[in-house]
């Protein structure tokens, strides 16, 4: 049975940083794609960011909103992918969600092409 699980999430001041982790369990995703994805009170579910593994050589993907703020890495030998989240803003709160999927071939930004989901984490940043 595939799990993920995040943690790392919390309540931030403006400005501050988070490094958010998700560790996967009952399958290794190192040739699919993981994901971050972020949904607000009220709002869709959006993606944030995505790794894809071999044999694209760990190709990685960031929506506009987070470039140059938010870094994705992920450790193959922990399974375990990471979000590094800094120069934090209020619209970055939102419930944090990790995903995955064995397919390599897919749009990484459609929530619908992911297999697994985590349980999420709750990300706040106060103004």
């Known amino acids: 049975q595939v799990q993920l699980v995040e943690s790392g999430g919390g309540l931030v001041q403006a400005g501050g940083s988070l490094r958010l982790s998700c560790v996967a369990s009952g399958r290794t995703f190192s040739r699919g794609i993981m994901g971050w994805f972020r949904q607000a009170p009220g709002k869709e579910r959006e993606s944030v960011a995505a790794?894809?593994?071999?044999?694209?050589?760990?190709?990685?993907n960031y929506v506009d909103s987070v470039k140059g703020r938010f870094t994705i890495s992920r450790d193959g030998a922990k399974n375990t992918l990471y979000l590094q989240m800094n120069s934090l803003k209020p619209e970055d709160t939102g419930v944090y969600y990790c995903?995955?999927?064995?397919?390599?071939?897919?749009?990484?930004?459609?929530?619908?092409?992911?297999?697994?989901w985590g349980q999420g984490t709750q990300v706040t940043v106060s103004s």
């Open positions: 790794q894809r593994g071999s044999p694209f050589g760990n190709n990685i």
């Open positions: 995903a995955a999927t064995s397919n390599f071939g897919i749009n990484w930004r459609n929530v619908d092409e992911y297999d697994y």
